[in-house]
């Protein structure tokens, strides 16, 4: 089976930064594009960021030049760099991608989230 584990949540103080990492493992023969998604307390869940398996990424615009999404094909990770953080970027974060796996077909895997809090 496919699974996708995030890293790298906790508690950041406002003006600082962060990153994220998320790593595809198990019976993968080839990954689309990956995202990050994120859900605020009694919010829908949005996209933050994707990025191809070609490099081209994808921002939400609200969020273009804080955040940075970056990707390592070799390792099936991808990382997200977050600046400048505020408190309104408190969320539960969560990695996508969709995923050709062992069972010859393209489905569209989520990880379990990870939950990060800007306070002072």
């Known amino acids: 089976q496919v699974q996708l584990v995030e890293s790298g949540g906790g508690l950041v103080q406002p003006g600082g930064s962060l990153r994220l990492s998320c790593a595809a493992s198990g019976s993968i023969f080839s990954i689309n594009a990956m995202g990050w998604y994120r859900q605020a307390p009694g919010k829908e869940r949005e996209l933050v960021a994707a990025?191809?398996?070609?490099?081209?990424?994808n921002y939400a615009d609200s969020l273009k030049g804080q955040f940075t999404i970056s990707r390592d094909n070799a390792k099936n990770t991808v990382y997200l760099q977050m600046n400048s953080l505020k408190p309104e970027d408190t969320a539960v974060y969560y990695c996508?991608?969709?995923?050709?796996?062992?069972?010859?077909?393209?489905?569209?895997?989520w990880g379990q989230g990870t939950q990060f809090t800007v306070s002072s």
């Open positions: 990025i191809t398996s070609g490099g081209s990424k």
């Open positions: 996508n991608a969709p995923i050709y796996d062992s069972d010859y077909e393209w489905s569209d895997y």
